[in-house]
């Protein structure tokens, strides 16, 4: 009788012990590079880092979109405020971070939300930058994307694939002593543009502008925002914290652009919310006390402008709001801050 045949191949065994030591080194080096990404500096983990610091000293909360960003500065009030804003940030994203931090900024006493004229009709990936959801999904957890959408896209569990090749060389080379916050501030805001642009630069701006915003702008999405709104609304009531919503200035050339029709169904939807909760409402998208000089572009504060324009909210909005910390019906609301283009 034949003896049993040797099949142990000592060559292939020491091939799939190499493969399997090179798999586990390659996912060591992928786990060692995510941690020290996520640790990088951005407008998002670097607003989370400031917020946990400065939780017990805030009293006001602004959030918002890129208007906001630019144009809200915390410095200029009266009473520690910080800007939650980002670029593109929708009123999902805004109710959710409300609904997040109420609880956890214990002297928290007003919550300032902005509403852009394409905000209750848009949505993050409607946007030139829907690629900002990978930023919440990393940093807060939150997102747009169905749970299939996310699976079927890697980038929600790799934020090297957020950053790209090119973006990671360039934190890698630096050895990660780098920041992609910009001249992001201690209270969240977000300087821009130290002089004023010609106006030529400025009709060229509101012609784009306009356009990029109205393309966004669908009717389907007035219901899921308005709930989203209401949301945030109310969970600043339950919890004895004033709400004020505003609008802030555009230029000129952007206002005279924009859909007559969809400004006054923004309006009309704002004044209901405003009857219904009690909450104030001040309008400030067409308000003749800011020029030419005081845009980044046509519907962007530069450094000047945000300085300007928060001193107003400090007078107008800020301190009127802590006269009488509670919230109360008798607030009403305003449909223009001041004399206007309209």
């Not at 586990?24 to 590079?33: A, G, K, V």
């Not at 208007?67 to 804003?85: R, S, W």
């Amino acid at each position: 009788m034949d003896a049993p045949k040797d099949t142990h191949n000592p060559g292939r065994s020491w091939q799939r012990s190499r493969a399997l030591s090179a798999s586990f080194l390659f996912l060591c080096i992928m786990m060692f590079l995510e941690c020290r990404l996520h640790a990088v500096p951005n407008s998002y983990n670097l607003k989370i880092s400031l917020l946990d610091r400065n939780s017990r000293n805030i009293e006001v909360l602004t959030t918002g979109d890129s208007h906001a960003y630019y144009g809200i500065k915390p410095g200029e009030f009266c009473h520690k405020g910080f800007n939650l804003a980002n670029s593109s940030q929708s009123l999902y994203f805004d109710a959710q971070l409300i609904e997040r931090y109420i609880t956890r900024l214990p002297n928290l006493k007003l919550v300032v939300i902005p509403i852009s004229y394409f905000s209750l009709e848009s949505r993050l990936a409607d946007t030139g930058e829907p690629w900002r959801d990978y930023y919440y999904f990393h940093f807060f957890g939150l997102t747009e994307k169905a749970v299939l959408e996310r699976l079927a896209d890697p980038r929600y569990a790799s934020l090297y694939l957020v950053y790209g090749p090119k973006t990671t060389r360039y934190i890698i080379k630096n050895r990660f002593q780098v920041s992609l916050a910009g001249s992001l501030d201690a209270t969240g805001w977000y300087p821009v543009g130290a002089e004023p642009p010609s106006a030529e630069e400025i009709e060229k701006s509101a012609k784009e502008r306009v356009s990029g915003h109205e393309r966004a702008m669908k009717t389907e999405n007035i219901g899921a925002n308005r709930r989203c709104l209401e949301s945030a609304i109310a969970d600043c009531l339950q919890h004895k914290i004033k709400v004020v919503l505003i609008t802030l200035p555009v230029d000129r050339a952007y206002f005279e652009r924009v859909d007559k029709e969809k400004l006054a169904r923004m309006h009309n939807i704002i004044n209901r919310l405003c009857d219904q909760y009690g909450v104030r409402y001040v309008d400030y998208f067409a308000d003749r006390r800011f020029t030419g000089n005081d845009f980044w572009d046509a519907d962007h504060l530069n450094i000047g402008g945000a300085a300007k324009l928060s001193g107003i909210l400090n007078k107008e909005v800020i301190i009127p709001s802590f006269a009488n910390h509670a919230p109360t019906k008798s607030f009403g609301h305003v449909t223009s801050a001041r004399a206007s283009w309209q």
